[in-house]
């Protein structure tokens, strides 16, 4: 396990507090939420260079596979 301290303005600490983001389990949501978020706005930028032509069916099968396992993850953390 990580300690992490972060510096936060009193105001945004105070709404955050309140508003429960602040608590380890509210925490790591947030960060694995970016990470695939991140990771969905990377298959799209790596699929909008790769060129036309080259993408083959196995590699648009790839890219939407990763997608929907992408859709599923997100979708089973906002129900669990």
Known sequence: MTTIQLTLPDDLAKKATEAGLLSADAIQEMLRE????????????IRSRVPR?????????????????????RRSRRVG
């Open 53 to 73: 032509e080259e993408m083959t069916p196995e590699i648009e099968q790839e890219i939407a596979d990763a997608v929907q396992a992408y859709r599923v993850e």
């Open 34 to 45: 970016q990470l695939l978020r991140r990771a969905g706005e990377s298959l799209r930028e």
